[in-house]
């Protein structure tokens, strides 16, 4: 309705936790009045409920925004992000320089999930930190690298031999390319693969496992990631509605593993595991 009315194709925004949608339009030439705009949408909305659409409420709001120079106001939302004392994430504009000791990756925002600014790849940057034991050969496996961002960080930390893979192939070009900027292409073994795909049972197993992938991802094949984690390894589940995060836990928990540590930041839910 909003498309047809302006000639604009609107965006769709539905919460996952209150199930309101929000469909908003942009346009560079508003209409003259609107107020009769206003009238006739909401003489629209009832039309779709006569036709047995439930709509809701459906209230109409109005914005007028300043104007920016957006090409260079978006990098304000992509600051440096320091995780403990042993790892700097920046993009590449920032002068930000990093601590004595303190390792640096330079990742850029993309198509590709994975900046550090979502609270489910900070959870499993503090992970990767607080797991490394300077001294000891540790090896990391990578579900779902989106970016590359865990795969690097993990490289950059000392963790070897380090892999990663992803089902989407633009995933896997990104984190490839990310891998190559800072220096770790080497190090790094990034793959397409489709984890319900996977042997089940797979030879190698890793120190430490990062599955940032959806919920029914982390229930359907958990015991592919699991046969994949040492024995005394650490699993790190993120990328979890806290709604999701007790049938996942409880999952995990009944194979066999015990939760040591858990945090929530708005709608999201991530955990770290070992197992008992």
Known sequence: MLGAWFGQSPSIYQDAETGRTTVSVFCSNPPQ?????????????????DMGLDTGPGTISWRKLRREDWAESWKRHFQ????GGALLVKPSWSRQTPREGQAVVVLDPGLSFGT??????????????????????????DVGTGSGILAISAAKLGYSPVHAFDFDPASVRVARANAAK???KKKVRIARQDLARLPLRGEAKYDVVCANVTCDLL?????????RLQPDGVLVLAGILKTQFPAVRRAYVAAGLKSVETTVEDEWQSGAFRRR
């Open 116 to 141: 550090g600014q979502h609270p489910t790849t900070l959870f499993c940057l503090e992970q990767l930190t607080a797991c490394r034991q300077q001294r000891t050969v540790q090896s990391f496996l």
């Open 80 to 83: 440096p992000i320091e995780v």
């Open 33 to 49: 009045r609107a107020a009769g705009s206003r009238a006739a949408l909401r003489c629209r909305l009832g039309e779709i409920r």
């Open 219 to 227: 229930l359907q094949q958990f015991r592919r990631i699991l046969n």
């Open 182 to 184: 800072n220096d770790v």
